[in-house]
């Protein structure tokens, strides 16, 4: 069996350390919080600081970056963005190719569809077709 852990050389030139979840192989970075009963797939990266709730599921390529929030039985498909300090609301699901700016608000159970684009600092809440509501 290899090694459960990934060293991956950062922007400034530092190492950070990233174990593979035990549930879908993902990398995780030291200092992220990630929910056994979460399931990473191979190729997704949770960054220092980001928490991932129980049952949330984040795709191969998705970047969960430093302290973001991912609620319990969330959905973040393959090649999202979450951004810095976002939080993802229980039950919602971010679409293929989504960018979540940081500090963004998806609320609980809220769908964003694949290739959107979500600005710093927006809430948002959806209808149960995806329809963006004022907020």
Known sequence: MGKNYVDIENDQ???LR???HA????LVAHGAKVHPMA???AGAYIEPGARVGKGATIARGAWIDTDAVIGDNAHIDAHAHVG???AIGDG??????????PGARIVR??????????AAGLTVA??????????
């Open 13 to 15: 030139g530092g190492t």
């Open 18 to 20: 990233y174990r593979k």
């Open 23 to 26: 549930n879908g192989r993902g």
């Open 39 to 41: 399931h990473i797939e």
């Open 84 to 86: 810095q300090g976002a």
């Open 92 to 101: 919602a699901h971010v679409g293929v190719r989504t960018e979540i700016g």
């Open 109 to 118: 159970g809220a769908r964003i569809g694949d290739d959107e684009t979500v």
């Open 126 to 135: 959806t209808d149960p077709k995806g329809l963006w509501l004022a907020a």
